[in-house]
């Protein structure tokens, strides 16, 4: 709201207190490339303090036609963004609601994105990893429904995720107590986002149970692409380790692979476990223990409780936690 007035904010109010033009600011919004950087700046800064978010072609709440919803991820490589994405789409469709999806990784102005999106689209998911300022959320969810995607960005704001610290201590107790691994590694970056900081706490939490010290992460990112990184500071004179728990089956495979090409044997001498239950991690050669989460049903549920909150915005905010399971194959040593 614009302060002093208790009405929302509009571009004249914006332009008026930046001291330019409506031109301007709608160029700084759709165009900023072509505003000079002190003209941008300032303008920019009044978006933030008075919380605008742009208008735009969602439909009027008030008639309840619902078209579009806007999903925003860091990005789409790889298989759990395919099976989240697919699941959404279902669920909004189900409803006749299309999916606008914005791709953060690698851009700039993630906040001005995120709030021009919100006057294309009539509700918006946030995934954790987005790197969105609280000031946006806020201003977002002045204007329409929000909800959060493997965390919450706001403590408000209403979130679905999968269950991460239980699962990953089972696995790693597993590997401690069943395989006797006593120089076990987490592999992955936990401040790249809130669910691998649950599966290292998790990974922690068994270690205490253990009378173990659990080792600090191996940073890697949640790629194919990280895995040689980590094999050559495992292989050539690094920390001592007998097996490695990764934050998520992409990694764990490229780390597999990478093991076994230098002459590593897996599972004998070094145990690989991932996360998320790929159809790959069934058919490599030794199967991939894992854990299996739920991510297609993830996507779709996010999309069936915004409907929902189209209809009514009014409804009590929830935590939403789905299950998640173990998977255990032969890649930690079982037969």
Known sequence: MVQGTGRRPTIYSVADRAGVSIATVSRVLRRPGEVRAATRDKVLAVVDELGYVPDGAARSLAVKSHEAHGLVLPELGGPYYADLLTGYEQGAAEGGASVVVLLTEGKDDVDLLVRRLAGRVDGMVLMGAVPVSPGTVAAVRAKLPVLGLANSHEESVESFSTENLRSAQALTTHLIEVHGRRAL???????FADDV???YAGFVAAHEAAGLAAAEPVPATFREDGGPRVVS???DGGPEADGVVCANDELALSVMRGLLAAGVRVPEQM???GWDDVMAARYVTPGLTTVSQPVRELGREVAVRMRALLEDRDSAPEQHV????????????CS
Do not use: A, Y
């Not at 590694?185 to 401040?191: K, N």
């Open 233 to 235: 500071l495992l292989v």
């Open 271 to 273: 145990s690989v476990t």
């Open 197 to 199: 900081q649950e599966r």
């Open 322 to 333: 789905l299950p998640t399971r173990p998977v255990i194959r032969q890649s930690c040593g």
């Open 185 to 191: 590694r987490f592999v992955g970056s936990p401040e």
